[in-house]
């Protein structure tokens, strides 16, 4: 699927201020034609030749065209203050993640390290605030955009990084895994619980095992049809799970 944008998060260190700014790849990742990634091979060669010859002992230049370096990032379209008011731990937002593309490029979430989360829409200039996180999941969590054929919105599925570090899991017990999900207008649901919300899902069954210490997930993606959720370690001898978000299963 083509890009029509990319979204790039920065961090203003000074003040802890994330910034979000829209790179158009047609324009600052491609060369706008043939002919102008051709003349930038022929530059290219030109110089590794002419180097070569000032110096035969240099290692040879590669000819493979260059970029032209971006002078200036293009201006945000939107900022972000963290805020953890009354946290005692580093204030920051842990996460930034893009909300299903099948619908729109435009929708963000982040969270920061309270748990809060947010899902901006740059296309529509607005920010929802959603419900928190049952239970934060670190910086660099598992993150993936499902697409159910027969759902109106994706789902976002967050899994923290080391599952099981903060709670078990267990019945009443937050959970280390978690889908945002879109709950449309039903006759069965009253009006506080229409709309996006956070919904805890069984965590990984292995770190239920006696044992167990906080096991970093390597590698994570989407198989099958893109409703199955894999996700694997090759430490502690975890090996792969799966999760059907379609049966809603348990990983196994």
Not at 13 to 27: C, Q, S
Not at 99 to 127: H, K, M
Not at 147 to 175: F, I, N
């Amino acid at each position: 699927m083509k890009r029509r944008c990319v979204n790039l998060v920065t961090r203003n260190w000074e003040n802890g201020i994330y910034a979000l700014r829209r790179l158009n790849p047609d324009v600052h990742l491609f060369y706008q034609s043939k002919n102008d990634a051709k003349e930038v091979t022929e530059i290219n060669a030109m110089d590794s030749a002419a180097s070569a010859a000032d110096d035969s002992k240099k290692t040879k230049r590669s000819s493979c065209p260059r970029m032209r370096s971006l002078r200036r990032l293009p201006r945000p379209i939107a900022r972000f203050d963290p805020s953890p008011a009354g946290l005692w731990i580093n204030d920051g937002l842990e996460w930034f993640e893009l909300l299903g593309p099948r619908r729109s490029e435009s929708r963000v979430v982040n969270a920061n390290v309270a748990g809060d989360t947010v899902l901006y829409d740059a296309d529509e200039g607005i920010i929802f605030n959603l419900p928190s996180l049952h239970e934060p999941k670190g910086s660099n969590p598992v993150c993936l955009s499902i697409t159910h054929p027969d759902a109106e919105e994706d789902a976002l599925y967050v899994m923290d990084r080391y599952p099981g570090r903060a709670s078990t899991g267990g019945p009443g017990m937050p959970s280390c895994f978690e889908v945002l999900e879109y709950r449309p207008s039903s006759r069965y649901l009253d009006d506080s619980m229409k709309g996006w919300g956070w919904r805890a899902l069984p965590p990984p069954p292995f770190i239920h095992e006696h044992g167990y210490e906080p096991t970093r997930i390597t590698s994570y993606a989407a198989v099958g049809d893109g409703t199955t959720l894999c996700i694997s370690s090759d430490r502690n001898g975890i090996g792969t799970y799966c999760f059907d978000t379609v049966e809603a299963d348990p990983l196994t």
